[in-house]
């Protein structure tokens, strides 16, 4: 059974940052691709960031020079820091790792 088990979220000022963390656990051998995604109050469920097995990164618009998504294997963990946060940015965070999900981190950008 796999879990992802998201933490790092919290209350931080406009400017601010903070860092995400995802922690896969369960049988598998490396975290190869994996991606954050986030869901504001009344929208969808958006993709922010994705790291492929190569190492190479995409991400949204919106977040592109403030977020960065990176992954240790040896401790089967993917990473979002983000950097200058916006009140636009308040959502609940969610780590993606193929067919599984984690429960969701809260990030709320307010002064």
Do not use: H
């Not at 609940?92 to 193929?98: A, P, S």
């Amino acid at each position: 059974q796999v879990q992802l088990v998201e933490s790092g979220g919290g209350l931080v000022q406009p400017g601010g940052s903070l860092r995400l963390s995802c922690v896969i656990s369960g049988r598998i051998f490396s975290i190869n691709a994996a991606a954050w995604y986030r869901q504001a109050p009344g929208k969808e469920r958006e993709l922010v960031a994705v790291i492929t097995s190569g190492g190479s990164t995409n991400y949204a618009d919106s977040v592109k020079g403030r977020f960065i998504i990176s992954g240790d294997n040896a401790k089967k963990t993917v990473y979002l820091q983000m950097n200058s946060l916006k009140s636009e940015d308040t959502a609940v965070y969610y780590c993606n790792w193929r067919a599984w999900w984690g429960q969701g981190t809260q990030v709320t950008v307010s002064s």
